[in-house]
């Protein structure tokens, strides 16, 4: 019965162990932030549900702007 007997060695520079260390590290890491954007991005979501179905994106015919142009319009027929 025929049998094969493999063996490999390297020697690593600190530098690259630390390379590698890192990128046995990363797919944790990725898996954290994916969780993370996903979560902020539902709860952006659910708050802009909740907006549409309390009050609506739109404003009503009555409300007056809380910021007015405090420069006349230059168009205007007064200025003239």
């Not at 007997?5 to 990725?30: H, M």
Request: charged share 20%.
């Amino acid at each position: 019965m025929p049998m094969f007997w493999f063996r490999q060695r390297t020697e690593l520079t600190p530098d690259l162990a630390r390379l590698v260390k890192f990128l046995v590290w990363l797919p944790s890491v990725g898996q954290y932030v994916l969780f993370s954007l996903a979560g902020i991005g539902s709860l952006m979501l659910l708050a802009g549900v909740i907006v549409t179905v309390r009050r609506g994106w739109g404003g009503q015919d009555d409300e007056h702007p809380l910021i007015v142009a405090s420069t006349p319009d230059l168009r205007s027929p007064d200025l003239q």
